[in-house]
């Protein structure tokens, strides 16, 4: 790998870290999408960095895809975080005790 290599691979594996420390680290709920987007970002940037360092189309193709399926879980979770907010009047996961029977 060349230098500029390196340094996409290690500012996506920064990007990722810090992504999975604030997801696993905190407890409000908005906080937790946009960890998951950091991390997802931190990926396409790994997987298009590859991509075109091997002259190859198909990172860039999966990283479609993935903005696809990310945006599908942000409108998805954005509905269900909106929805509870309106019965709990807040966004700390620990009070997301709803779906319990």
């Known amino acids: ?7 996409y691979v290690i500012l996506s594996c920064l990007l990722f870290g810090i992504g999975a420390i604030g997801f696993l680290t905190r407890r409000n709920a908005l906080i937790l999408f946009m960890s998951v987007e ?3 970002n ?3 940037l790994m997987l298009v960095s590859f991509s075109h360092q091997r002259a190859d189309m198909s ?5 479609l895809f993935i903005f696809a399926v990310a945006a599908a879980e942000v409108a998805v979770g954005l509905a269900i975080l909106i929805s509870l907010f309106k019965h709990i009047k807040s966004v700390d996961i620990n009070k997301f005790n709803l779906l319990k029977w």
Request: avoid cysteine; charge should be negative.
């Open 59 to 63: 990172g860039q193709v999966m990283v």
């Open 38 to 40: 950091l991390m997802l």
């Open 1 to 7: 790998m060349g230098a500029i290599m390196d340094q």
């Open 42 to 44: 931190a990926i396409n």
